[in-house]
């Protein structure tokens, strides 16, 4: 899928960018996915118009409701800002005055939000950070390792705002709570359930499990514009979305986003899931064949492991092979083209290429730099670990 616009064929290279392959998949730091060319037309359309902002998130919330079973939404400047306001929502409901002071407390306004410690994850800042930028307060439940629903409820006090749980890969992967548990002891006390599932597919099935609202990126499976969505109750949207009345204008999103948003969810709608699946799966055996046969390395197909409908090639690199799993992903992203891939466990000694988010004749291009690569002299640094430091952060813009 490719998202044309006249004239931008060479935009990267006009703005002197390296022309990055993403095999990482929806990653924020790559700009998260390829824009559906409908999105990109509404965004365009809407551009130079004037048009009343509550009426085009009205318009929002009905689109959202279709796609998703909610009786209401909302569209966020991103994932992080729509748990920034759901949480706000939860602490202030419809009370104006109290939205306007927040984060400062109000009252008897609730403003503890609990979350099992294995969910309290970094997706590029601190899931945390995000309820605090409400005013609220994180409270811990279980541990690391484990969590049992004593430990939600024993967390639970007249202070309780809202219980966050979070659907991702970075969370831990044993020992948690799923969400139709915490709802079994969230639901009978009356506190209110927000999911984050900014990366998954399933538009229906948290809110049909019992969560009260649900968070979803506008713009990494569903290929709209940068945005975050907030859907669920009616009420409870409503609280969320009058922040905009106050901590929320500073997360406030465009008229093009809303836009884009709503023209991404038509889209998704009418895609062909199946057709998509099937060019993934070729891009995944022909990257597993360039890699036959290498010493130090295994490639296998691995499904998403939170269940979402794609599958990646995990590729295990031991010494053998004259790198490291963090050596091969550098020695990808050096090469020309640059190939960028998920490297997140790096540490764990494999890399992950995924293929969603490809342009037409990439997939070719990605298994003839893993022959490259391999086939090539060591770099100095080949059998290094990932870097655990932030120099490279702290250096910019130089």
Known sequence: MTASVPGNSDIRARLGLRPVINVAGTMTALGASIIHPEAVAAMAAIAGEFVEIDDLQRRASA??????????????????????????????????????????RTGDNPREVILQAGHAVNYGAPVAQAVRLAGAR???????????????????????????????????????LSLSEVVAVCRPRRIP?????????DLRGFLTEGADLVIYSGHKFLSGPTSGIVAGRKDLVRAAY??????????????????????ALDAWAARDHAAIRTREGAALALWRAALDGQPGIAARIVPDPTGNPLDRLEVAVTPESGFSAAGLARALAAGTPPVIVRDDE???????????????GEAATVADALRTVMAAPRA???????????????????
């Not at 079973?69 to 009370?95: K, R």
């Not at 390792?145 to 967390?155: N, T």
């Not at 640094?381 to 130089?398: F, G, K, S, V």
Request: with cysteine.
């Open 242 to 263: 009058l922040q905009n009345r106050g901590i929320g204008r500073g997360m406030k999103v465009g008229k093009e986003s809303v836009a884009g948003v709503m023209a």
């Open 193 to 201: 359930v927000i999911v984050d599932a900014a990366s998954e597919y």
């Open 346 to 360: 790096a540490d764990l000694g494999h890399i992950h290429l995924d293929p969603c988010n490809l342009h037409e």
């Open 380 to 398: 100095a640094d080949a059998l290094a670990p990932a870097p655990r430091d932030a120099t490279a952060a702290l250096r910019w813009p130089d």
């Open 138 to 176: 994180v409270v811990l439940a279980g541990d690391v390792g484990m969590a049992m629903d004593y430990h939600v409820a024993g967390a639970i006090t007249e202070r309780t705002a809202a219980v966050l749980h979070v659907v991702s890969h970075h969370v831990m992967g044993y020992g948690q």
């Open 63 to 104: 689109c959202i409701a279709r796609a998703t079973g909610a009786g209401a939404g909302f569209v966020t400047a991103s994932s992080s800002a729509a748990i920034t306001l759901a949480v706000a929502g939860t602490m202030t409901g419809a009370d104006l005055h109290a939205i306007e002071r927040l984060p400062r």
